[in-house]
């Protein structure tokens, strides 16, 4: 019989590709899509004809326990959240309601649903936040910065209060910053290889950017949820560090980018504006994922310099197009 799994931001960046994944592994693949009078699947398009979705929220409990019924998945994978850092500051309470009580409505659905599902919970570097270890592994203290970060705090924790008291099999993924050529604009990494393009293009004259010198461990999505997958197959719950081990900062993604389209001083083009800049910043993230390449043997398949070529290629393609 095949597996059943619900995903929840089915139409996010990592949402797609777990989708992919799964349907990959035989898997019957729900999505959760919030109500609205345009559907947003632009990463699932091409999915349409291959699973099923449900409408539901994170902030109505009683939608989510409608789709745990018209589902009846194995698998939950909670990935929706308002994830966007800079936004988490001017809307705090939403971010709060959607992202850290979004998981507590999903781990009560599920244990009122009373079916053994199993369920992965979507936790974030940004849980660290000043880091107080570098690299971070799954015993460093957490320290967020952010109306975010303290939101996935919460969700990180009540997991595993409710993997404890309840002894569900709930894990938490905490992936380090991981991007794709499907990154919302809004994401720095997408607003560089964009701007970039159309720099490259002639479509723009220069990139608006914040703080340059902040460092980040990148790794590409198509690698990252495989590890999702990974840790629901183990026969114990337990948490995970996703990441690549390695820190770059803008300006290095900024030097692989213009290198792209052969602009090697890119000054000119990059204007720092302080709209741009978190009232607490977060200067370096960097994770320890060797706990999950000793227990399921995950490790990162693609390299930063690869990484920012596909997105630089992918965008210049898609210029090009509308060009």
């Known amino acids: 019989m095949k597996k059943r799994a619900l995903i929840t931001g089915i139409n996010g960046m990592d949402g797609s590709y777990l989708a992919e994944f799964l349907l990959e592994k035989n898997y ?8 609205s009078s345009v559907k947003n699947r632009t990463n699932t398009k091409h999915l349409e004809d291959k699973i099923t979705f449900l409408t539901g929220d994170l902030t109505d409990q009683n939608s989510l326990f409608r789709a745990l ?7 939950v994978y909670n990935l929706a959240a308002q994830s966007f850092v800079g936004e988490s500051w001017n809307t705090p309470e939403q971010t709060s309601d959607v992202t850290g009580l979004g998981a507590l409505r999903m781990l009560e659905a599920i244990r009122e649903y009373g079916k053994v599902i199993k369920f992965y919970q979507a936790s974030t570097s940004e849980l660290y936040g000043r880091m107080v270890e570098n690299p971070a592994k799954e015993t460093t203290p957490f320290y967020p910065r952010s109306p975010y970060g303290v939101s996935k705090l919460y969700a990180h924790w009540i997991t595993k209060n409710y993997r404890e008291s309840y002894d569900m099999f ?6 380090f910053n991981h991007e794709s050529e499907r990154r919302g604009l809004e994401f720095v990494t997408r607003k560089i290889t964009d701007g970039v393009a159309r720099i490259h293009l002639g479509l723009a004259s220069h990139i608006s950017l914040g703080n340059l010198d902040s460092k980040r461990d990148w790794g590409h999505a198509k690698d990252y949820v495989e590890a999702m997958w990974m840790m629901l197959q ?14 770059h900062s803008i300006r290095e993604f ?11 001083d890119w000054s000119s083009y990059v204007k720092q504006d302080p709209r741009y800049f978190r009232p607490a910043e977060v200067d370096v993230l960097r994770g320890d994922y060797s706990k999950a390449k000793k227990d399921f043997g995950w490790y990162p398949k693609t390299s930063f310099k690869k ?3 596909l997105m630089m290629q992918n965008d210049i393609n898609i210029l090009k197009g509308e060009k």
């Open 28 to 35: 019957v693949v729900f999505g959760l899509e919030r109500r």
């Open 69 to 75: 019924k018209a589902s009846n998945p194995d698998e």
């Open 170 to 175: 709930n894990v938490s993924g905490i992936l």
């Open 234 to 247: 183990l026969e114990k719950p337990e948490d995970y560090v996703i990441a690549t081990g390695e820190a």
């Open 254 to 264: 900024l030097d692989i980018a213009f290198n792209y389209v052969g602009i090697k």
């Open 307 to 309: 990484l920012v070529e």
